[in-house]
């Protein structure tokens, strides 16, 4: 696989269930992101990890805990989650140092909280 | 902070003609990125141009070309000859290059649909 992928594609939870949404980047970037894109809604950058290391965390609340574990995957653990919760979440990467700026992003995994 | 506004939520246009998306941006700091984004239906989010806002010429890619003007903070993108394949949303999109910020900053984004 190219680019920047994401599984699963859809999930539906209860509010008392745990899951965990996956992203892989074969880029060879050393840097990933979790957006939140809700309708009618910019998209809301969640956590920002840099060199594996987390550079950036937005308010976001504990019931969304991120892991990295290499520069290749980030992790966004679910757990105790709200209706309101429910949106497309984005990954995307970048390399740190390119000087070209932009960030590649996956597919996203539509989350439907019930 | 930084904002991107894109005033129009809904854009239309006629196969083969040229459409306009606007937007604007509010920033202190004299270089950075923009860039436009765009995401088709249920379809991955894909990078259609990107400006560096220290280069006085307009990037142009293919078809997709803007209108930087970084006076008045706003960056235009100009779609000619439009194609079915171009209906989407589009995303406005700044990052800063200073003090090592990774963040991109996105618009409401536009949602622009293409009649045959």
């Known amino acids: 696989e190219t680019g920047v992928t994401q599984t699963p594609r859809h999930l539906v939870m209860g509010m008392t269930n745990k899951k965990s949404l996956k992203c892989e980047q074969h880029?060879?970037?050393?840097?990933m992101y979790w957006y939140k894109q809700s309708a009618k809604k910019p998209l809301e950058l969640m956590f920002v990890y840099s060199l594996e290391e987390r550079v950036e965390n937005n308010s976001v609340p504990s019931r969304f805990s991120p892991e990295c574990p290499n520069s290749s995957h980030l992790f966004l653990h679910l757990h105790t989650l709200q209706p309101e919760d429910s949106a497309l979440y984005l990954c995307a990467s970048s390399p740190v140092s390119s000087g070209r700026g932009e960030q590649f992003f996956g597919p996203g995994t539509r989350l439907t909280v019930l | 902070a930084q904002t991107v506004t894109q005033s129009q939520p809904e854009m239309s246009v006629q196969e083969a003609e040229t459409v306009t998306l606007s937007c604007t941006y509010d920033?202190?700091?004299?270089?950075?990125?923009l860039f436009w984004y765009k995401q088709p239906p249920s379809r991955q989010m894909i990078l259609v141009i990107r400006?560096?806002?220290?280069?006085?010429q307009n990037a142009t890619e293919n078809r997709f070309s803007v209108n930087f003007q970084k006076a008045a903070k706003s960056f235009s993108l100009k779609i000619s000859d439009s194609q079915l394949g171009d209906a989407a949303m589009y995303f406005c999109a700044y990052r800063s290059r200073q003090g090592g910020s990774e963040k991109l900053v996105f618009g409401k984004g536009t949602k622009l649909t293409v009649n045959p």
């Open positions: 880029l060879g970037h050393n840097a």
């Open positions: 400006q560096e806002a220290y280069k006085q």
């Open positions: 920033t202190s700091e004299s270089d950075y990125y």
